[in-house]
């Protein structure tokens, strides 16, 4: 039973629930809030428990929608959705919460729009039809637009735009070839249809048409994830939303664009995507992602933009070990995608704590607050050595994955991105350093008050899963393993 | 149901929706002899064109209910679902545009009832020109539309721009039906007939001479003005600028349907072997999305924005011109439903906020609109999504359909264009929204004088619940338009059938 109501109701609540959120008295608005992302998530956690580790969907539901175009609402889970299925729901509760003083004009709205924004992230990552898929990836647009342009910082209006009109610019293209696909396979087999599992299984050889839709599909998905040259709106974002926006972006936003080349961009065109050039080109952005993104990453003044381009460098680790297609890099893959969702979000909670006290983002606005809140230095310094990958944290885990798994693909640009785990701890030591350790010599500092209980409430679970992933991650690997595996087979010609 | 159009009763019958609304225009035409001053004679004059255009909506059902289906020789009307599905958008239109105009003339104090009687004949020429198996009724209706489009124009006698509009549209209009009227004649003088489906049959037998491709030049030029295609979009913005905005309304809808629906009827049925026009209709296509965008793109003040934007918009329903076949007239008529209601929408929005024709209205005017007149906002968000062809609304569907006319038809260079000239637009409708909620109020009373009165609210309501449902279910509009784009056919398969 669970299995065949479980993703329409964690589609639809958020719906019903932001209905809700808009018609309570404002003040209200941010319990109800509260609620729903906490039943929301209460509904997925048995899907960790009810999975099981084989290849395929499951949790299938299937109806049709549009009929004249065959267009059907198609959902389901597999090893790689199941997992930013979770980490959407886990992050969302601790978003509502960490949002909880920040945000004091139009409540109603804000909360309103970030269950919506849910029900757009996990449509996405479950749609096995490609117009849902495209309706999903489109309506989260509209959320993080307003959230970024109604809460954000001073420059939100410019970062509000740019960001839309990127995700846009890519997505539509994306259209057009989703709609070539649809008439290629409906004139092949006699069927017009949407369906995921159906486009996959005839697609046959395209032959140079497949370099066009590829390229239409790797600019939607590169502009997401974001890779180098692609990245440009990121740092606006991130640095403008409020520290809600900021979390879901990197944690939940960016996965989108990674798992759009596991789902599609890959498995539908193979032969183009491993081909020698995309293979060159791909690993070399996703390297000058990993070196670029952590380099300009040391150089920022504002701890928040640092954080963004940590993001540029991170995901550079998950495109190189998809690319690499082995069964270690894509495992690594995924769980770095789920670690950077967990250390960055945490990060930007953090950020966004010291911001509401202070006021200022900037690096050298503080020193030595380590004295003052020392226990929002030490949950900062753990943050952080995990966001570097020390061993013991759930960082180490993913990234070692990455390049264990790589070094047999491609050993010279992985020996390159190891560079890239030593720039992370520059940055991020010496930020860390500066921020906290030095002398206390601000007089605003001196009086800063440490985590509160509500605070601690928000960061005490994703330290939880830190060290969880970090010391034992077998659960998470048993449940990737078929899926990767059946991804690598799919890819990697017979 | 058969209809012969050659026996009289059978045509009465086929001409039933016109008949209906002309009597109703002569009813009207002698009440308001008698009542034309006070608020009260106006309003009396916009509910009796309701009801007309109502009972006119309702005899087209019954003819679409019966399967009313041609019969015997080419006649001068046609009979088929196209033409019963433009009449109820020409009728939709035209009712969305009364009741936003009932607070707007009163607030303008154009107290004059005669306007609806305008709107109505303009109507029944819209009507005729989707109606038209003949060239001469095309150009009998467009007259017809064109006539009452040149007053309602110029409506507001006191203001100098609603007259300079009127001008420039009539002296543009004139060479655009001059153009038309030329072409009709070279057609005339290769094929000996100005009957659509004997044309075809000459067409088809591949009897194209050079005079024939002349003519067929000249009737596109013709359309392409009266459409607002680019290069003969100049007259466009100018005069949906100086217009009243309902009339604005009006013309970027109906106008722009009617010549659409009576271009296509044309091309389908006397020219779709003559192949010459595809790649014309192609160019056009591409010009108008890249101009009407980027012109628009350059705009501050809110009509002329949306002047622009439906140039654009002209350009999409080229793409489904160019794509051709049942699909590309399907995708027509999905779009223009989804564009006359998100039309009508914007400019509602806007005639309620402006004053004195509207024209001085600037996006940045409408900072913090959302904070003050929440709904107001809501609905105009609404409508500049569905403008922009995003996901759950109608703009979409329309869009989405267009796409997949142009893909199927192996246009994919012209469907990667439209989606570009889509990513350009979002930098023009993007600004309103952000106006509106992202801006705060330049003053407390920066949005105190607007009034959107009853009917408008209707009018506004109806339109936002419509995208908003057939973005999310659109499977009965699609039907509609299938069978509707599928009963327009080139004579040959008519023949087969």
Redesign the interface.
Known sequence: MYARWVVTALLVWPLVAAAVVLLVPAPRAKYVALFATLVEFALSVPLWWAFVPTGGMQFMADYAWIAPWGIRYTVGVDGISLFLVLLTTFLMPLSVLGSWSSITKREPGFYALLLVLTTGMIGVFVSLDLFLFYVMWEVMLIPMYFIIGVWGGENRLYAAIKFFIYTFFGSLLMLVAILVLYFQVGRATGLYSFGYAHLLANLGNLGTLAWWLFGAFFLAFAIKVPMFPFHTWLPDAHVEAPTAGSVILAGILLKMGTYGFLRFALPFFPTVALSQTVQMVIVTLSLIGIIYGGLVAMVQPDFKKLIAYSSVAHLGFVMLGIWALTLQSVQGALLVMINHGISTGALFFLVGMIYERRHSRLIEAYGGIARVVPLFAAILTIVSLSSIGLPGTNGFVGEFLVLLGAFRTYPVATALATTGVIIAAAYLLWALQRVLFNPLDKHENEKLTDLTPRELAVLIPLLVCIVWIGVYPKPFLTRMEPAARQFIEQVRPK | MSLDVSVSGDLLLALLPELVLTAWALVLLLLVAWRHQTVRDLRIAGWLTLVALLSTAVAAWWLWWNHAQPAGLAGMIAVDDFRWVTDWLFVGGAALTTLISFAYLEREQLLAPEYYVLLIFATLGMMLMAAGEDLMVIFLGLELMSVAVYVLAGFDRKSPRSAEAALKYFLLGAFASGFLLYGIALIYGATGTTNLTLIGIQVGMGGSGVMLLAGLALLLVGFAFKVAAVPFHMWAPDVYDGAPTPVTAFMATGVKAAAFAALFRVLTEAFAHAGAWQEIVWWLAVVTMVGGNLLALAQRSLKRMLAYSSVAHAGYLLVAVASGRSAGTAAFIVYLVAYTLMSVGAFAVLAAKGRRGESDVLIDDLAGLATRRPWLAFALAVCM?SLLG???TAGFIGK?YI??AA??AGQ?VL??IL??A??VS??YY??VI?AM???PESSDTAHSGIHLGRAGEIAVATVVAALLVFGV???RL??VA?TAGESLRPPAAAAER
């Open positions: 999504l995003f996901p759950g989405w796409l997949i893909t199927g994919n469907a990667a989606v570009l889509s990513v979002a930098g993007l600004p952000m909620y992202m801006k279910w659109p499977n699609l039907d299938k």
